[in-house]
């Protein structure tokens, strides 16, 4: 088997999960002969796998010149998340909803438990990119995070950045609020800094009955034909993803929302993105009930 494949092989077997799966002979001869234990668990290997692989990539050397052993990994002392939680971890993590990684992370801390130590060098990547989702990852790493951050050649994770000097989020809720009020204000080029400031923590959401006026009044301006209604009802979709409360989703269904085929709208796409994501988000709190999430 050559690397590529086997590399290739190794990733997809991320994707279905380490519990389900299982080396073939084939796999087993390719890593054995690159120095890397065979012998190991099924959840061990890939993760021994994947730091192999990610280390050789960053050493830029020719596979047969890369000898470099790695050190055994700590052994884990706290419970990984639930199985029915694992679909959810790749989709976030690796599949169609990174916007609902925060919450997972979250809910994950929430429920006492933490990442199978297989998905960490993809996390890694991933969270490292901002101290907001490595602050999340934190929590959830369990002993062999800083074993695999030195593994990856990361000193530590960022750390949580400051907030800086956007409007706070009962200034920029008032603001709203006075949007929502007026239906032919024509305030929403700047309106659209307010509702980036409306964007909740993890675990943090709207009120359904705000989250419900917000997307009226939006929906509103926008038949009214306003300048700058469709950037403004944009802005909402995307903060919204993540700070709407998913109980809303049954009233949100049935607001009145434009066509696609609408002449000059081009939102379509993205109001169906938005809904597909709250549905998610629904799914995901779901499988965490009963694990201390709320």
């Known amino acids: 088997m050559d690397i590529q494949a086997l590399i290739q092989s190794v990733y997809q077997m991320l994707l279905l999960g380490a519990s389900r799966t299982q080396f073939s002979p084939e796999q087993l001869d390719a890593l054995a002969a690159l120095g890397i234990d065979a012998s190991l668990p099924a959840s061990e290997l890939l993760l021994h796998s994947l730091v192999y692989f990610r280390k050789w990539e960053k050493a830029g050397t020719p596979l047969g010149l890369y000898t470099e052993p790695i050190p055994s990994a700590p052994p884990e002392t706290v419970p990984v998340c639930q199985a029915q939680a694992i679909p959810f971890l ?76 956007e409007p706070s989020y009962p200034e920029a809720r008032k603001a709203l609020e006075k949007i929502i009020r007026d239906p ?57 993803a993540s700070s709407c409360p998913v109980e809303a989703l049954p009233q949100l269904q049935n607001l009145p929302w434009p066509k696609s085929h609408y002449p000059g709208f081009w939102l379509g796409a993205e109001i169906e993105r938005f809904l597909q994501i709250l549905e998610f988000r629904s799914r995901l709190k779901e499988a965490f009930r009963g694990e201390s999430s709320g």
Not at 118 to 123: D, S
């Open 90 to 165: 790749v989709e976030t993590a690796l599949g169609s909803y990174p916007e609902a990684l925060p919450e997972f992370l979250y809910r994950l801390a929430r429920s006492g438990r933490i990442v199978p130590p297989e998905f960490l060098p993809v996390l890694i990547e991933r969270c490292a990119r901002t101290s907001a989702l490595s602050a999340l990852l934190h929590p959830v790493m369990g002993n062999r995070g800083p074993w695999l951050l030195d593994q990856m050649g990361i000193a530590a994770l960022p750390a949580q950045a400051d907030p800086g000097e």
């Open 184 to 240: 032919l204000l024509k305030e929403l080029h700047t309106a659209e800094k307010q509702v980036h400031a409306l964007r909740t923590p993890p675990g943090a959401f709207w009120e359904t009955g705000f989250a419900l006026a917000l997307f009226s009044a939006a929906l509103e301006k926008w038949e009214y034909g306003l300048p700058g209604a469709a950037g403004f009802l944009q802005t909402v979709l995307a903060v919204a």
